[in-house]
């Protein structure tokens, strides 16, 4: 998949997803789930974790490299992660050239976080890097982080903040009861 076409490209979703970072916070789940079917629609590999229902380190290590089919060697560690990940940017396994993109999804990741904050923000790191590094080769590739906390915060990563996605970027859109801005206008 070539880069973004500034001319053509500006007004689409994914291209509003990686503007800032290639990891977006969301609140919703529904805005998750309207994203996710936008990207899938358009030629994305999508792959889903249940982030919050991972109590230990080894449970996101076992999740992920089952998803992304990690080879037998892969070492259940955050330096593995790193690995495996630039073999995925690098079309490995993960994903396939013919894809748009890769969109990795971790929903309920406030839970995991709040077990394991150290992790939680070098997965976050790890991603980012290799999501930077997929994009200079014309590879797409994105994070989508629900959080059930709608004031949770991250340290930088890959050298960019994390934000919230564009119809959650205000505060008062991460309320209850607060109307729901579209994410999607196409």
Not at 22 to 47: C, I, K, P, Q
Not at 109 to 125: C, E, G, K, M, N
Request: glycine share 6%.
């Amino acid at each position: 998949m070539a880069v973004f076409d500034l001319e053509v490209d500006a007004g689409r979703l994914d291209f509003q997803l990686a503007r800032t970072s290639a990891v977006t916070l969301f609140w919703r789940s529904a805005l998750v789930d309207e994203a996710v079917g936008w990207l899938r629609r358009h030629g994305y590999t999508v792959v889903a974790f249940d982030a919050g229902a991972w109590v230990s380190d080894d449970d996101l290590h076992r999740d992920v490299a089952a998803a992304l089919g990690f080879p037998d060697y892969y070492g259940k560690n955050l330096d593995a992660l790193n690995d495996c990940l630039r073999d995925v940017v690098n079309y490995e396994y993960g994903t396939t050239r013919q894809a748009t993109g890769l969109v990795l999804t971790f929903v309920g990741y406030d839970a995991f976080a709040s077990r394991h904050p150290r992790t939680a923000q070098i997965v976050l790191d790890i991603v980012a890097e290799q999501a930077r590094c997929a994009m200079l080769t014309g590879h797409r590739m994105l994070c989508l982080v629900q959080s059930g906390d709608p004031a949770i915060t991250f340290e930088p990563v890959g050298a960019m903040p994390v934000v919230w996605n564009h119809a959650e970027w205000l505060d008062s859109q991460r309320r209850p009861g607060s109307v729901p801005h579209r994410l999607i206008s196409d």
